[in-house]
């Protein structure tokens, strides 16, 4: 089992900037975490990818954040981060940290309960 618990949201103005940390608790032996990253979902909308990163580092970015958002991880902690800059109402959403893990060669999905970005114009 891996438990994610979100933190960081909250209520910025247009341009500001926010933090998001996603900390994960492994409590199953042997499971790692492949990828990591966050996803959001506004009212009426399906949720979208919105960054992820592998174990090595490598990062995937929606083209509607790549140049403002960046993405870290923290393989010795389990914690991944998500730097939010210049900040648009668009981003407003409930964003959930997801992790695929994989463990003896199958791989799984878990997700957070996610945490509430809103950003005002």
């Known amino acids: 089992q891996v438990q994610l618990v979100e933190s960081g949201g909250g209520l910025v103005q247009a341009g500001g900037s926010l933090r998001l940390s996603c900390a994960a608790s492994?409590?199953?032996?042997?499971?790692?975490?492949?990828?990591i990253g966050w996803y959001r979902q506004a009212p009426g909308k399906q949720r979208e990818l919105v960054a992820t990163?592998?174990?090595?580092?490598?990062?995937n970015y929606a083209d509607s954040v790549k140049d403002r958002f960046t993405i870290s991880r923290d393989n010795a902690n389990n914690t991944v981060n998500l730097q939010m800059n210049s900040l648009k109402p668009d981003d407003t959403a409930v964003y959930y940290c997801?992790?695929?893990?994989?463990?003896?060669?199958?791989?799984?999905?878990?997700w957070g309960q996610g945490t509430q970005v809103t950003v005002s114009s």
């Open positions: 492994i409590s199953t032996f042997s499971i790692s975490i492949r990828d």
């Open positions: 990163i592998s174990r090595s580092g490598d990062t």
């Open positions: 997801n992790a695929k893990t994989y463990r003896w060669g199958t791989t799984s999905d878990y």
